[in-house]
Structures are given as C-alpha cells and as structure tokens.
C-alpha cells in the first residue's frame, strides 16, 4: 500500500490503528454473510465521531471503502498475493501481530452467530484456522489456558499463519457463494468492488442515496448529525 494510502487510513480511524482496521476489514470480507458498509462503516470511526463537513466524511468513507476493495480484489483475484498489514515494533523491530487480530475479532463481533456455519463444517481447514484466530485473540489478552511454552510458540508463527488462515476462510466462504448463487466465482465480491464504491468527485446531496450503499437518503444515514 502506498504511503499516501496509509495517510489517508491514519486520519479516517478512530480508535483503531491501521492493522486492526486491516484485520476487522478482512474479517467482513472473509465473513460467511454480507455485511453492508452501512453497518460497519460506523465502527471505524466510532458512532459518537463528528465529521467537520461533507468532505472530511466523504473522504474518511472513501478511504475505508477503498481498503476494504484493495483487500476483497485480492482475495477473489489472486488470494496467493494476500498479506496482512501488520504492525512492527519501533524498539525491538518485533512483529505486533495481535491489532490485526484484536480487529479481526471486533469484525467478527458485529456478526457472530455466522461463524458457526465455519466452525460447524466439514471443511477441517476453514474450521480450524477459524479456532486458530480465535486462540491467537485468547493469547494476545493472556486468556488461553495454553503453557507459557505454547503460547510463546504462537507468538512467533502468528504472522506467518495469518495469511494462511485468511486464505483457508475465504475459501471456504467463496465456495459457499458458488454453490448457493450458482456459476462461476466471478464477483462473489461485487457488493462493494469498485464499480459499486462511492463517486466522491462532487458532494453528495442530503436527499440523495447515502454513498456507503444502505440505500438510505444520505441525511438519514452517514450524513445523520
């Protein structure tokens, strides 16, 4: 990701550091059902968050929506090119892999009774990566009843798992979609690819559709308060 993409994403979050918006954002995507950016959108800054005007929302909205794309388009085109964005330590130069996941978790929150379709299937390697992420949440809040020895073990192959997990889950999803929608798995991503994100080129009026995709009038939506 380019710098300036970074820039943008540091002003957007609120409460979040760019690693845990990665991880809540990939947990969305990798999620067995659709979550429209109508609902989590307000996560990333938090409910309470007032933007200045128009642009500072429209700006934060199309940062957010853009990161989640860069991510979806990876996934469904070349998932072999999938990296999380994780965070270093500036002192030690240690990977901190445990924002993403904290992030992953709070995306999983907003819908987790559809993590059991993951957790319940047949598919061991979906099943488990999921009960891996799960136990790395665990460890990162000293939670899991793991050995010391253990848990230092994860501690240090966490950032090498992680993509591999990610990979397994949206396999897993994506196949799910197939079967169900039927066809190829062309655009399983399509609720929010490029040609569905928002037209920031001019400001949106508050009568006209919210461009996060709730289909709510904008004042109604994002441009409420």
């Known amino acids: 990701m380019k710098d300036t993409d970074f820039d943008r994403l540091e002003d957007v979050r609120n409460g979040m550091t760019v690693a845990e918006l990665d991880g809540y954002l990939?947990?969305?995507?990798?999620?067995?059902?659709?979550?429209?950016?109508?609902?989590?959108?307000?996560?990333?800054?938090?409910?309470?968050?007032v933007f200045e005007d128009d642009a500072e929302l429209e700006a934060a909205v199309a940062a957010a929506m853009g990161h989640y794309n860069r991510i979806a388009e990876t996934l469904a085109e070349r998932?072999?090119?999938y990296a999380p964005v994780l965070e270093t330590d500036p002192d030690s130069g240690e990977t901190l892999w445990e924002p993403w996941v904290d992030g992953f978790e709070r995306g999983m929150a907003l819908h987790p009774d559809a993590w059991m379709a993951i957790a319940e299937s047949d598919e061991?390697?979906?099943?488990?990566?999921?009960?891996?992420?799960?136990?790395?949440?665990?460890?990162?809040h000293d939670l899991s009843e793991l050995t010391e020895e253990a848990q230092g073990e994860f501690d240090l192959l966490a950032p090498?798992?992680?993509?591999?997990?990610?990979?397994?889950?949206?396999?897993?999803?994506?196949?799910?979609?197939?079967?169900?929608?039927?066809?190829?798995?062309?655009?399983?991503?399509?609720?929010?690819?490029?040609?569905?994100?928002?037209?920031?080129?001019?400001?949106?009026?508050?009568?006209?559709?919210?461009?996060?995709?709730?289909?709510?009038?904008?004042?109604?939506?994002?441009?409420?308060?």
């Open 26 to 49: 990939t947990a969305l995507i990798v999620c067995p059902e659709v979550i429209l950016p109508s609902e989590w959108l307000a996560e990333v800054w938090g409910e309470d968050h």
């Open 79 to 81: 998932p072999e090119d």
């Open 124 to 140: 061991e390697e979906a099943s488990a990566s999921l009960g891996l992420i799960l136990t790395l949440h665990e460890v990162s």
């Open 160 to 225: 090498h798992l992680i993509p591999g997990m990610v990979r397994a889950l949206n396999d897993w999803t994506k196949s799910r979609h197939i079967a169900t929608q039927g066809g190829g798995d062309k655009g399983w991503h399509d609720p929010f690819a490029h040609r569905h994100a928002p037209a920031f080129g001019r400001k949106v009026g508050r009568n006209e559709r919210c461009p996060c995709g709730s289909g709510r009038k904008y004042k109604r939506c994002c441009g409420a308060g």
